[in-house]
């Protein structure tokens, strides 16, 4: 039932930042989990960071120190803020969400970390 858009995606040099940000349509409320995945080419797509509607983070330790995610629980918005930006950075990023025991994804942004 949730929709998941995604926006803040575009081209960055490296050690640049981008934000991303994540708002869930639809009636829904009380999301318990929020978050962002990303998918290189020719990889599987996996965890990026992730928040709980309570404020507790799990980060990929590849992005750990260089990105911050947040949430407005009121908008149920998720932000991915993400700072020196590497070229392995690269990849698609996904919304996801998970609420009574569903999970939503977004359909992709793309981020490209290059010179």
């Known amino acids: 039932q949730v929709q998941l858009v995604e926006s803040g995606g575009g081209l960055v040099q490296p050690g640049g930042s981008l934000r991303l940000s994540c708002a869930a349509s639809g009636s829904i409320f009380n999301i318990d989990v929020m978050g962002w995945y990303r998918q290189a080419p020719g990889s599987q797509r996996e965890l990026a960071a992730v928040?709980?509607?309570?404020?507790?983070?799990n980060y990929a330790d590849a992005v750990k120190g260089r990105f911050t995610i947040s949430r407005d629980n009121d908008s149920n918005t998720v932000y991915l803020q993400m700072n020196s930006l590497k070229p392995e950075d690269t990849a698609v990023y996904y919304c996801y969400a998970n609420y009574y025991g569903m999970n939503a994804w977004g359909k992709g942004t793309l981020v490209t970390v290059s010179s």
């Open positions: 928040i709980a509607r309570g404020g507790t983070t």
